[in-house]
């Protein structure tokens, strides 16, 4: 089960930090990713990273802004989001697969968090 949390409203430019924590599995055999859906759109890739953390990968929509990290420790992926635009406004989802995939073919996902960025 993976439950997000940290979505919110926050004015352009701002920053927040999601988190998705898992339970019931063992998280570190898992790839991890974040993946969003605007209002009237297709959800969309936006990050993700290997089971132990060494690799990550982006959409170019948000490289260079949004930073995908994990805490195996803790059960725990995070995403960064700094810079944030009006575009970036979605509800965020993440994933975890035994593969490590930028397609929504992720095996287990978590409920959705609600990002909202002003201008």
């Known amino acids: 089960q993976l439950q997000a949390s940290g979505g919110g409203s926050v004015q352009a430019g701002g920053s927040l930090r999601l988190s998705c924590a898992s339970s019931?599995?063992?998280?570190?055999?898992?790839?991890l990713g974040w993946f969003r859906q605007a209002p009237g759109k297709e959800r969309e890739f936006v990050a993700a990273?290997?089971?132990?953390?060494?690799?990550?990968r982006y959409s170019d929509s948000v490289k260079g802004r949004f930073t995908i990290s994990r805490d195996n420790g803790k059960n725990t992926v995070f995403l960064q989001m700094n810079s944030l635009k009006p575009d970036d406004t979605a509800v965020y989802y993440c994933?975890?697969?035994?593969?490590?995939?930028?397609?929504?073919?992720?095996?287990?996902w978590g409920q959705g968090t609600l990002v909202t960025v002003s201008s």
């Open positions: 019931g599995r063992t998280f570190s055999d898992y790839n």
């Open positions: 990273i290997t089971w132990g953390g060494k690799g990550t």
């Open positions: 994933a975890a697969d035994r593969s490590f995939l930028s397609t929504d073919a992720y095996a287990y």
